[in-house]
T-cell receptor
Framework: SAVISQKPSRDICQRGTSLTIQCQVD?????MFWYRQQPGQSLTLIAT?????????ESGFVIDKFPISRPNLTFSTLTVSNMSPEDSSIYLC??????????FGSGTQLSVL | GNSVTQMEGPVTLSEEAFLTINCTYT??????LFWYVQYPGEGLQLLLK?????DKGSNKGFEATYRKETTSFHLEKGSVQVSDSAVYFC???????????FGTGTRLQVFP
């Protein structure tokens, strides 16, 4: 199993500002995933973060808007840049353990005014 | 395309009622299928999974059978409890990829 600590748990931000979300795992993992969960919609994968290389972004997401760091095997950050109200969402980090089991952080609820 | 469709909620039941939450998928091949649950204030956690056709995943009294003929993976429980109140997400593995594709989630509310 994996225990994931994600912070902040929630934040209210002004448009045009940026927020960095941190994700700490209690064990070393190769891949970490960042998801967005918008109200009434499914979870959408933003990017996959591998240690030592650039993150791989899904269609519709770009590095300038969602820069990701992965300095080591237990930590990653996601920044939501130049925020607008459309970025209001829950952001989740997750890791995958053997057996196709995903573990998720408790999420960051972001509201942009 | 590759997608997951699950029934809209909320589903409201009395304690000890029978639960079904429908989930269908479209996919190339036979992807692994999952149900995740999100209890209030907590992160998503794996509830059960099935990796091939006719497999039945089960956990905590919940069951789901991988049915390739109907491309479905419906979640069932014979007698729900108040503590089962949560949001349930159906998901499938992407084709030749590590990522999961999730449904929109179904909120279950169980009243005593």
């Amino acid at each position: 199993s994996a225990v994931i600590s994600q912070k902040p748990s929630r934040d209210i931000c002004q448009r045009g500002t940026s927020l960095t979300i941190q994700c700490q795992v209690d064990s070393q993992v190769t891949m970490m995933f960042w998801y967005r969960q918008q109200p009434g919609q499914s979870l959408t994968l933003i990017a996959t973060a591998n240690q030592g290389s650039e993150a791989t972004y899904e269609s519709g997401f770009v590095i300038d808007k969602f820069p990701i760091s992965r300095p080591n095997l237990t930590f990653s950050t996601l920044t939501v840049s130049n925020m607008s109200p459309e970025d209001s969402s829950i952001y989740l980090c997750s890791v995958e353990a053997p057996g196709e089991k995903l573990f998720f952080g408790s999420g960051t609820q972001l509201s942009v005014l | 395309g590759n997608s997951v469709t699950q029934m809209e909620g909320p589903v409201t039941l009395s304690e000890e009622a029978f639960l079904t939450i429908n989930c269908t998928y479209t996919a190339t091949g036979y992807p692994s299928l999952f149900w995740y649950v999100q209890y209030p204030g907590e992160g998503l956690q794996l509830l059960l999974k099935a990796t091939k056709a006719d497999d039945k995943g089960s956990n905590k009294g919940f069951e789901a059978t991988y049915r390739k003929e109907t491309t479905s993976f419906h979640l069932e429980k014979g007698s729900v409890q108040v503590s089962d109140s949560a949001v349930y997400f159906c998901a499938r593995r992407g084709f030749n990829t590590d990522k999961l594709i999730f449904g929109t989630g179904t909120r279950l509310q169980v009243f005593p």
